[in-house]
């Protein structure tokens, strides 16, 4: 079955240090793969998405993920973080013979200043 | 402005009452979608529709129901069945449903039900 792991819940980091946060699917075919932030108490905002070509995906607010097949992996970086980053990130798979987007359990981002 | 709204944004309710949630897009969007989210699950998903009178169960089905009588509208009442109601609700849509599609989900502000 198809699965989405966050294995970080919860990440502290300071203003200005940069940020990675781990991603692991486990999906057969080529996968279809989302970032998505959420502020609290609302909805999710698309940060990026992979679907073919170069494994390096650029999205809003500055952030970046890679795709690496081997290690089944899709990792969220920003060289430098600011306040108003700290938010939950969800990674997200879509598959289409389910027809739907399956999504990790979330890592919450706190930022120190 | 285009975009999804959910009403209300907080709700109230008695346990063994329904509770109907809205759901609107003026996104001409021909999928829509109902997801739940509780702490440290992510979100899961409820119902989905491709098309209008055509609707889908997703992975947590049970007891919750949803029409699709209109493109804009999809809304979910949360039945007195549903055991374990109290969730932050999330609807979203996306262009279209097709098979191979990989069209993004664009999601609503939310709806936090709580059962008291």
């Known amino acids: 079955a198809q699965s989405v792991t966050q294995p970080d819940i919860h990440i502290t980091v300071s203003e200005g240090a940069s940020l990675e946060l781990r991603c692991n699917y486990s999906?057969?075919?080529?996968?279809?793969l989302f970032w998505y932030v959420q502020s609290p108490g609302q909805g999710l905002q698309l940060l990026l998405k992979?679907?073919?070509?170069?494994?390096l995906v650029q999205g809003i607010k500055g952030f970046e993920a890679e795709f690496k097949r081997s290690q089944s992996s899709f990792n969220l970086r920003k060289p430098s973080v600011h306040w108003s980053d700290a938010a939950e990130y969800f990674c997200?798979?879509?598959?289409?013979?389910?027809?739907?987007?399956?999504f990790g359990t979330g890592t919450q981002l706190k930022v120190e200043l | 402005d285009g975009g999804i709204t959910q009403s209300p944004k907080y709700l109230f309710r008695k346990e063994g009452q329904n509770v109907t949630l809205s759901c609107e897009q003026n996104l001409n969007h021909d999928a829509m979608y109902w997801y739940r989210q509780d702490p440290g699950q992510g979100l899961r998903l409820i119902y989905y529709?491709?098309?209008?009178?055509?609707?889908q169960k997703g992975d947590i089905a049970e007891g919750y129901s949803v029409s699709r009588e209109k493109k804009e509208s999809f809304p979910l009442t949360v039945t007195s069945a549903q055991k374990n109601p109290t969730a932050f609700y999330l609807c979203?849509?996306?262009?279209?449903?097709?098979?191979?599609?990989?069209?993004?989900?664009?999601f609503g502000p939310g709806t936090r039900l709580t059962v008291l």
């Open positions: 529709s491709q098309i209008v009178n055509d609707f």
């Open positions: 997200a798979v879509f598959h289409t013979g389910g027809n739907k987007l399956t």
């Open positions: 999906y057969g075919a080529t996968p279809y």
């Open positions: 992979y679907f073919s070509g170069d494994t």
């Open positions: 979203a849509s996306s262009l279209t449903h097709l098979e191979l599609s990989t069209d993004t989900q664009y």
